[in-house]
């Protein structure tokens, strides 16, 4: 019966606190709503204030069953939104190495190693040994990297974070309150993000991403991470390929 009440309860308080979020922005836009619009794949003009909010939602959840993955998320979404402002059009790790190796510093090379600073940290503290540790830090930074990388139309990350943490749900302990967090957010904003009235931009996949990467760790011990990074780090390896197929969908 805990853990039932624990899912529920970090179910409904990510979702409140997302959906809150976003009345709160769109009622009182920082430096106004023009800052807080874009335009979406089809050219319709969509709001920005779900990724801060599914952020602020999953994280202040996660927080309440590991601290170490509520600032994880946190540090997602901040790198995340780092890229929504000044993000250019260059896609794909390799642009941004490249770029790196060049002596520019791109948006995406800031969300690229922040996430995965913010993931190696979380992981660190959430495991014990240090090849948990770093497995930890690879599927907490590698989720919230492929559930950006299959961010590329209306609900497809929100929907993915729904899809695979449903799982989650029916186990037992601090991984499943973490999957509430997770699913709870997205599951807030996918309705808005369906309906193309809104986007979650890079701020909320990759926190929904972190969140999701931490219900796994939290809930899988060495064979179990091992076979979630090697997903992950494929699918980084392969990120192109995942964002055409997931457009062509």
């Known amino acids: 019966m805990a853990d039932r009440a624990g899912r529920k309860s970090g179910f409904v308080l990510a979702g409140g606190l ?36 599914a952020a602020l939602g999953a994280a202040v959840a996660a927080a309440r069953v590991r601290p170490a993955a509520g600032a994880a ?39 690229l ?3 995965s600073a913010a993931g190696l940290v979380a ?25 950006n990388l299959v961010d590329v139309r209306p609900g497809r990350a929100a929907g993915a974070v729904l899809a695979l943490g449903a799982p989650g749900l029916l186990r037992k302990g601090p991984g499943a309150e973490l999957a509430a967090a997770a699913t709870g957010a997205a599951a807030a904003v996918l309705p808005d993000d369906l309906a193309e009235r809104a986007m979650i931009g890079d701020t909320g996949a990759h926190a929904l991403g972190a969140a999701l990467g931490a219900a796994v760790v939290a809930g899988n011990r060495r064979a179990g991470l091992f076979a979630h990074a090697v997903a992950v780090v494929a699918a980084a390896v392969h990120g192109d390929r995942v964002s055409a197929w997931a457009r062509a969908l």
């Not at 997302?18 to 089809?42: D, F, H, I, Q, S």
């Not at 794909?92 to 948006?107: I, K, M, P, W, Y």
């Not at 948990?132 to 492929?146: C, E, N, P, R, Y």
Request: hydrophobic share 40%.
């Open 123 to 147: 992981g660190a503290l959430m495991k014990e040994r240090p090849l948990d540790k770093l497995l930890a830090g690879i599927v907490i930074a590698g989720t919230a990297h492929f559930v």
């Open 73 to 111: 998320v946190l540090a997602a979404g901040a790198c995340g939104a780092y890229d929504d402002v000044a993000g250019d059009d260059r896609r794909g790790f390799r642009a941004h190495l490249r770029a790196l190796r060049d002596g520019e510093v791109t948006s995406g090379a800031v969300k």
């Open 18 to 53: 997302t959906r809150a979020g976003m009345g709160v922005l769109r009622r009182a836009a920082p430096g106004g709503r023009e800052r807080w619009e874009r335009k979406n794949y089809a050219g319709r003009t969509v709001e920005l204030y779900a990724g801060p909010a």
């Open 113 to 115: 190693f922040g996430t």
